[in-house]
């Protein structure tokens, strides 16, 4: 019996080593182990042996139970092992097809400046203002210091409507409005949409404008530079250079246009910059006393200063449009870019 | 205003290159727009002798030289005929570069090789014009040198964009000023010196101004005997150096004298003027006048002119008359410099579209102290220049003198604006560098009086920006502001507003922006109805063209041009939107409403290019999802669609009106086939307007949540055949309706019309969830409540189970 039983083990363990898959393998489980099995028969058999015999038998028998059962596992994993890196290796996708994405939409430049401009100014504490588009003459240019029949109107071409209202041709009544409403302390920005008639590849009809808006006590005109400079620093990038030079608006004095070094060639001179090193941005300057005069605020014990930018001019340069009507066609091949 | 440097440098003796000049120029607040510098890289064109010159052997019109460098000769073809053998001409040479970018090749002319090209001025950028070439004279300059040397023509020509404010610096001499404030240096003044006869000015002329407020001042001198002709070289230089043509001697004096100082000057023909008289009136309704350009124009009342003792002669400030305009025939003259009321000469000059250099400085406002003196210089250069003598003095009608006031001024007070800390002297000296008038009065105030040409410094402020602007804005110091901490954060309508265009951005959508005016056709493109409040736009009075000359009151028309524009370059898959103003006349109220509006347009496929299954074509659900997303993200209550009283522009079996209560707030649907062929598209668009301003109102914040249940769920399905027209919102409703709180969700999934399906009706095919929160429901409990349900159907909407 015994030679039985060590010759069942050795056929079993070549066959379990001969079985590649998990199948053959629980065959060659049934067919030794199972209640029917060879092994089992042999058990069987015990029962005619001596008693004297019987245990070490017994032993035996358990023992190669215990082998073929340990080949059986580990034949099993290698086969389940194997088994799944074939189905790993047969089930190669393409990676490089296009994946199935849900439609993305873009945000329209103009608003994505504008969200960006009042966001940076949120930080220093402005809060945004807004106000009508169709306007009186009073709030757009009177209160704002621009005497009827005065050549400062003629820098702002206006498209006039019905009941002697007007296009406001910028964000600056705004300011009117919020002073008339609110007293100093007062730090707003006021994003919108402008008119002016006049119409080319730098000139909209309509277009866009932020007002800035600073009024309290000691505020200077070095106040306002380090403001502007904070600004167009977080907008153009660090170390932008910034230059103020005199200019006039009839709502503030000392009045200054804003330059930065020009984005595009850093200041050495291009034709973007019309070999001057530096871009047009911004006009800026104190409020003028003029303006105080018309919201009732106290010239003498208050100061501040006001700021105005057109957004596309600035779009433009950061995404390198050289051509604003490309921004009111609303082509989507444009569009999509943003 | 045009400039030279050389004009500049006979003013003030400053010492500085073009280039600083310019940067100097634009941080005092003149900005230097463009530069040209004359003679730059003209260095090959040099003096030249004509050795010998013969007809050209194929034309006629040209001729062959053979010109000298003074080092080699070359064979050039010339076309001009003024000059001969033995001048001295203009060679420019292989290689060099006119103006105009025109780089001089060698070249055959006719069969003839030219090896350069005898220049003419006007090629030189030396005059607008030019007869002929430029003949220099002989035996003077040597030959090979180059010209702009030479003839000292370097110069640099700055074209300078002044603001309005600075009326004083539409001349030379204001432009000088600036640069001697800034650089501390004086001002070289010429006094004018004119030839004057015995006669007195007034025994040859009279002056008589009615109306002294619209002209508070108006001088004129008479000259007789003199010669009119062309203008000397120098003369004609200048001028044509800053872009003015040459005329003949006087009006060339006038012209100059202008650039020079800044004052208007005209010249009558004295022969002309009916009584040898000037009356300055207002001029009367529908008079006619032709102007010196030959155009006859009608005049209002609100027209300021100069006449004779007749009829208007000249436009105050603006143009003079054909009537008695300088010729060469003209020996008398009458010589005018006035100050006219700049509101008056710009309304004039706005209504007749005509705008001179002169009406340019009148309207801005020219000094007033200054009148005589441009009339003397002018007297005096056309004595010089043309011949005559002046009438001793001159008429000078001012009424009432107009003096600049004293302004009190307090340096602190700048020093405080500005953000720095000038002492007090250094204030006192930029004030006197200004020509200001300038003394202590007390407690640290000064009195500044302006000099007369500084029209634009009245008040204390106009003072601080001299200062600031002297001392250089670069040199002030950078600072930040302190401020207190405040409350402000943006307001529920401005959250919404960025809310809203994330929420449909990230569901697809591209932003537009389109004008605020549209066509006034839009509304029956859209076919409004007549009675339907967007057909009342508000007009534009001066639109640039028609197609904008209305306010829009609705955002439809130009997104559905968007649409058509880009399915143009066969885009034809869109998902777009756009959230902007419309503008609402109110009755009653002279401003209108502005209320921000969103709309939607989507057509196309649905998927972005999906390779594996086949991708939909976006219908109305699409469109009502990304509405529905909308309203459920800024958690709108109670909305219903309704199908019924939908806008014309829409399909009227493919649209809805939106509810919020009994509240419309907005409307979808598919856009009807005739609007969309008024818009030409080709293709159908789905479309969503909603009403942001209801949005607002109507939008509320997610305040209370509940906890999930933590028992199982058990989901049937019912088919249901219902009639066609029965709408799938009954039967959701009729299912919740029944009121069971195990009820946790109800879908409709399937809705099936065709075969198999009697005509009339569809099948739908509803999934209800069922769940407890305290249990574990029972088979029993939940086939009773299903029966419940599919009873309530079968009663209440009369529909059968499939």
């Not at chain 2, 009339?375 to 010089?384: H, K, Q, S, T």
């Not at chain 2, 999906?610 to 074509?617: A, Y």
């Not at chain 2, 999802?625 to 309203?631: A, R």
Request: proline share 5%; net charge negative; with cysteine.
């Amino acid at each position: 019996m015994r030679e039985q039983l060590e010759q069942l083990k050795k056929e079993a363990l070549i066959s379990i080593n001969e079985a590649g898959e998990v199948e053959q393998l629980q065959d060659i489980r049934i067919r030794l182990l199972g209640r029917k099995g060879a092994l089992t028969a042999l058990m069987k058999g015990l029962g005619s042996l001596s008693v004297e015999e019987r245990p070490a038998v017994g032993q035996l028998v358990n023992s190669i139970r215990d082998d073929i059962e340990a080949a059986l596992e580990s034949s099993i994993d290698t086969a389940r092992e194997h088994a799944k890196f074939e189905r790993l290796r047969s089930e190669r996708i393409d990676v490089t097809l296009p994946g199935r994405r849900a439609a993305t939409g873009t945000k329209h430049p103009i608003s994505q400046v504008i969200e960006e401009v009042c966001d940076i100014f949120a930080g220093l504490g402005f809060a945004v203002a807004e106000g009508p588009e169709i306007e009186h003459d009073w709030y757009n240019f009177e209160a704002l210091n621009f005497p009827p029949e005065h050549p400062a109107r003629d820098m702002q071409d206006t498209f006039f409507v019905e009941n002697d209202l007007l296009l406001r041709t910028h964000t600056s009544p705004v300011q009117i409005r919020t002073m008339l409403k609110q007293k100093p302390p007062l730090r707003i920005i006021a994003p919108g949409t402008v008119y002016r008639c006049d119409s080319d590849a730098t000139h909209s009809p309509m277009f866009h404008q932020i007002e800035g808006l600073m009024v309290d006590t000691g505020v200077t005109f070095g106040d306002l530079k380090g403001i502007l400079t904070v600004f167009t620093n977080l907008l153009f990038g660090q170390k932008t250079g910034v230059r103020l030079r005199p200019s006039f608006f009839p709502f503030t004095e000392p009045s200054a246009e804003v330059d930065i070094a020009c984005v595009i060639c850093g200041g050495k001179g291009c034709r973007v910059c019309k070999n001057s090193g530096w871009l047009e941005i911004l006009g800026a300057g104190m409020v003028d006393p003029e303006v105080y005069r018309h919201v009732n605020y106290d010239a003498e014990n208050i100061s501040g200063f006001a700021f105005g930018m057109g957004i596309e001019r600035i779009a433009m340069l950061k995404y390198g449009i050289t051509d604003m009507r490309l921004l009111f066609e609303n082509d989507v091949r444009f569009l999509r870019q943003f | 205003m045009n400039v030279t440097y050389n004009w500049l440098k006979e003013f003030v003796d400053f010492d500085l290159s073009p280039d600083q000049l310019a940067e100097l120029l634009t941080m005092l607040g003149l900005e230097v727009e463009a530069m040209e510098k004359l003679g730059e890289g003209l260095d090959d064109v040099v003096v030249a002798l004509v050795e010998e010159k013969r007809q050209h052997p194929n034309a006629d019109k040209l001729s062959l030289c053979r010109v000298n460098n003074g080092k080699e000769a070359f064979d050039v073809v010339c076309g001009a005929q003024n000059f001969n053998q033995g001048d001295a001409v203009v060679l420019a040479q292989i290689g060099a570069i006119l103006p105009g970018d025109f780089k001089i090749k060698k070249s055959k002319i006719r069969g003839e090789e030219s090896s350069g090209m005898l220049c003419s001025e006007k090629e030189l950028g030396l005059a607008v014009e030019s007869n002929g070439i430029m003949v220099l004279p002989s035996n003077v300059y040597a030959l090979g040198t180059p010209v702009f040397s030479v003839l000292g023509l370097k110069d640099t020509h700055f074209e300078i964009g002044l603001t309005p404010n600075r009326a004083d610096c539409l001349s030379v001499i204001g432009i000088a000023r600036e640069i001697a404030a800034k650089l501390g240096l004086k001002v070289n003044y010429q006094l004018p010196v004119v030839a004057e006869s015995s006669d007195k000015v007034g025994s040859k002329i009279d002056v008589v101004v009615e109306d002294t407020d619209l002209c508070p001042r108006y001088a004129a001198r008479f000259i007789s005997g003199c010669k009119i002709g062309p203008s000397p070289d120098w003369l004609v230089k200048r001028l044509n150096a800053i872009g003015i043509r040459s005329i003949n001697n006087v009006v060339d004096i006038t012209n100059f004298v202008m650039m020079e100082l800044g004052q208007p000057l005209h010249a009558f023909d004295c022969n002309c003027l009916s009584g040898n008289c000037i009356v300055v009136r207002r001029a009367g309704e529908g008079e006619l006048f032709t102007t010196l350009d030959g155009q006859q124009r009608v005049l209002t009342s609100a027209d300021l002119v100069i006449c004779d003792a007749e009829r208007p002669v000249a436009l105050a400030g603006i143009m003079g008359g054909q009537n008695s305009e300088i010729e060469e025939s003209t020996t008398s003259i009458l010589l005018e410099s006035a100050c006219f009321n700049p509101a008056v000469v710009r309304k004039t000059s706005k209504r007749l579209g005509l705008h001179t250099e002169s009406s340019h400085r009148f309207e801005r406002g020219i000094d007033i102290g200054g009148v005589v003196r441009a009339l003397d210089r002018a007297a005096g250069l056309i004595v010089e220049l043309a011949g005559g003598i002046s009438a001793e003095g001159c008429l000078d009608v001012y009424s009432s003198m107009i003096e600049p006031s004293a302004i009190q001024f307090r340096p602190e007070r700048a020093n405080g604006l500005i953000g720095i800390d000038l002492p007090r002297e250094v204030v006192i000296d930029m004030l006197r560098r200004l020509e200001c008038l300038v003394s202590e009065v007390n407690n640290g105030v000064l009195s500044v009086v302006p000099p007369s040409y500084r029209i634009d410094i009245e008040r204390e402020i106009d003072l601080v920006e001299e200062i600031a602007r002297l001392n250089g804005f670069d040199k002030i110091p950078v600072t930040m502001p302190i401020a207190r901490i405040s409350s402000d954060r943006p307001s529920r309508h401005q959250q919404l507003e960025k809310r809203v265009r994330n929420i449909l951005i990230d569901q697809g959508m591209n932003e537009i922006i389109n004008f605020s005016f549209t066509d006034p056709g839009a509304a029956g493109k859209l076919m409004l109805g007549e009675d339907d409040p967007r057909r009342i736009a508000i007009k534009l009075t001066n639109p640039l063209v028609d197609e904008q000359s209305v306010m829009r009151t609705s955002l439809l028309p130009g997104l559905l041009e968007t649409v058509a524009r880009n399915m143009n370059f066969r885009s034809l898959d869109l998902k777009l939107f756009e959230m902007r103003r419309v503008y609402m006349p109110v009755a009653n109220e002279d401003m209108p409403l502005e209320p921000l509006f969103i709309v939607g347009a989507m057509t196309g496929s649905s998927d972005c290019d999906v390779w594996n299954r086949p991708s939909d074509m976006i219908d109305f659900y699409d469109v009502k999802g990304v509405v529905e997303v909308l309203l459920d993200l800024l958690c709108v209550g109670g909305v219903s669609w309704l199908s019924d009283e939908t806008d014309t522009y829409y399909h009227p079996g493919k649209s809805c009106r939106i509810m919020a209560g009994r509240d419309q707030i907005g409307s979808i649907g598919e856009i009807h086939p005739t609007v969309q062929e008024n818009f030409l598209i080709e293709k159908p668009v789905v479309c969503f307007e909603v009403d942001f301003e209801k949005l607002v109102k109507l939008s509320g914040s997610k305040c209370s949540i509940t906890a999930p249940s933590r028992f199982p769920d058990s989901t049937r399905d019912i088919a249901l055949l219902s009639p066609d027209d029965l709408q799938s919102a009954a039967i959701v409703a009729c299912i919740k309706g029944v009121k069971a709180k195990e009820i946790e969700h109800v879908q409709i999934f399937d809705v099936y019309t065709g075969k198999g399906i009697p005509d009339g009706f569809k099948s739908i095919a509803v999934s209800i969830r069922y769940r407890s929160y305290d249990r574990t429901l029972t088979d029993d409990e939940i086939s009773s409540l299903h029966k419940k349900v599919t009873d309530s159907l079968l009663n209440k909407l009369g529909i059968s189970l499939r």
